[in-house]
């Protein structure tokens, strides 16, 4: 069985950093891609970040140059560096694997997701 577990989510100062971490299991780890989603306060689930299995990495615009996604395939864990946090940012954000080579832009393109790590980020 699949699983994703998030962790590192908190309630920080605008300009401030987290990391986030995803471990996996239940499948062969950086086989494919794995992505970061997040979910603000009574918005639709959006992607944030995405590695797909040959170590491309996309962002979404908003966090460009601020956020940077890697991966550990020795402890089966995706991370998320958060830098210069914004209150825009604050959301559920949520660990993701397609099971696929590809990094769709859609939710439903996704078959495991975490529960999710809040990010609350005051000005």
């Known amino acids: 069985q699949v699983q994703l577990v998030e962790s590192g989510g908190d309630s920080v100062q605008s300009g401030g950093s987290l990391r986030l971490s995803c471990t996996a299991s239940?499948?062969?780890?950086?086989?494919?891609?794995l992505g970061w989603w997040r979910q603000p306060p009574g918005q639709e689930r959006e992607p944030v970040a995405a590695?797909?299995?040959?170590?491309?990495?996309t962002y979404a615009d908003s966090v460009k140059g601020r956020f940077t996604i890697s991966q550990d395939n020795a402890e089966s864990t995706l991370y998320l560096q958060m830098n210069s946090l914004r209150p825009e940012d604050t959301a559920m954000y949520y660990c993701?694997?397609?099971?696929?080579?590809?990094?769709?832009?859609?939710?439903?393109?996704?078959?495991?997701w975490g529960q999710g790590t809040q990010v609350t980020v005051s000005s």
């Open positions: 239940g499948y062969p780890f950086g086989s494919f891609c």
């Open positions: 590695i797909y299995s040959d170590g491309r990495k």
């Open positions: 993701t694997t397609s099971l696929t080579r590809g990094c769709p832009p859609v939710a439903v393109a996704y078959k495991v």
